[in-house]
């Protein structure tokens, strides 16, 4: 195995073990990908003050996220499909997670179901909700949350309908893949992929498969999720799944501070400020851009974390001196599942951890929880002077 430094050495081994069309999944954004793109070059303005002659021993990046201590303020994000990004992916995220000392969010579009991470795993983990129209749905996989100990609830509001991937329809992403003379000549080249693939019974979204009515092959799968997810969530819906849920509540796709006050006056635990990662609104901000004035709106209300972007542990370190308590990463340990499996998320994870922890050093702290802005420099016009 090579040497993995950084996450970027973890995508180029994960692009070439993966199947064309998920590493494109995973890989692109909406539209023009402008948003995709800014969510990672922004971070690059923003710089970081050194300082010398201070006492960098004894470190500790341990946090807590809802209470819950972490080993760093970093949760993995929810990721449709994890199970196509390396078989059985999200059981082996789960336990990389786990083992780790970090949160794991089981996405409702994900290949392994809620009962198989509850059966393959240990500890508790949380799970991400995409509203449906069918409330019977809903408040089943609530249900079966509820059963299998999952400790927080993810609710996804930027979702309610589909923002355009191209990649994906020039790809004719499907799941399991079909059949094309494209799709396999391209699967000749993955071996090791196609051989784990075929050992697991998992390949299809089973959260959906069996449990919603009408849905018991992928045919009627494909119909059913095209038609099902809500385009009338608003706040009455989300106060109802909280009342249903009856647990912790995290709100994700949070991107304006008017939306943020009122998912504060909402009772969440923890807002996400998330842009889906660039995969929904293309010309958005990106999520480290809004962050400032998110924080500034709610000020200790809510714990306040960012989503998508991140690729270091200085991006890391950056998100938490502007303010977010934690953060979450989807795409790079996806990056490391693609690449080995669960041995690969731990890479990722620990190469986040070790570089969030040299650089918190070299800023002059040693404490992840004592990170603010005065170890930055940010533009001063980098919030934006928009109309």
């Known amino acids: 195995m090579a040497v993995m430094t950084t996450i970027e050495d973890l995508r180029r081994v994960y692009k070439r073990r993966t199947p064309k069309m998920f590493y494109d999944y995973c890989q692109s954004g909406s539209w023009t990908e402008q948003t995709f793109r800014d969510n990672t070059t922004d971070f690059a303005e923003i710089r970081l003050r050194q300082r010398v002659a201070v006492d960098m021993s004894n470190r500790s990046v341990k946090s807590t996220m809802l209470g819950q201590e972490v080993a760093m303020p970093v949760g993995l994000s929810p990721v449709g499909s994890t199970g196509m990004q390396s078989p059985d992916g999200e059981i082996k995220a789960a336990r990389a997670a786990a083992k780790f000392g970090v949160p794991f969010t089981l996405s409702t579009m994900s290949i392994c179901s809620i009962e198989d991470v509850r059966e393959h795993t240990k500890d508790p983990f949380w799970f991400q909700l995409y509203v449906m129209r069918d409330n019977e749905f809903v408040d089943n996989i609530i249900q079966r949350a509820k059963n299998a100990g999952v400790s927080a609830l993810v609710l996804t509001l930027d979702l309610q309908v589909l923002g355009q991937r191209h990649k994906d329809l020039k790809n004719g992403l499907s799941t399991p893949p079909k059949p094309t003379l494209k799709t396999l000549a391209d699967l000749a080249l993955r071996w090791r992929w196609c051989s784990e693939m075929a050992r697991t019974p998992r390949r299809t979204f089973r959260n959906i498969v069996g449990h919603a009515p009408s849905v018991g092959n992928l045919s009627s799968l494909s119909s059913w999720t095209a038609e099902q997810f809500d385009p009338q969530l608003d706040w009455a819906k989300i106060a109802r799944i909280r009342e249903k849920w009856g647990g912790k509540l995290i709100l994700k796709g949070i991107l304006d501070p008017e939306d943020a006050v009122m ?113 930055l420099l940010v533009p001063k016009d980098f919030e934006g002077n928009w109309t």
């Open 263 to 375: 998912a504060a006056d909402a009772g969440a635990d923890a807002i996400v400020v998330s842009n889906h990662g660039g995969r929904q609104l293309d010309g958005a901000l990106s999520s480290v851009r809004m962050l400032p004035s998110i924080v500034r709106a709610v000020g200790d209300r809510t714990e306040v974390w960012l989503d998508s972007g991140i690729r270091s542990g200085q991006d890391v370190l950056k998100a938490l001196a502007l303010g977010a308590k934690a953060t979450m990463i989807g795409r790079s340990y996806i990056y490391g599942l693609g690449a080995y499996g669960q041995d690969g998320v731990t890479m990722a994870l620990d190469i986040i951890r070790k570089e969030l922890d040299t650089t918190m050093a070299l800023v002059g702290k040693r404490d992840v929880r004592d990170l603010n802005r005065d170890v």
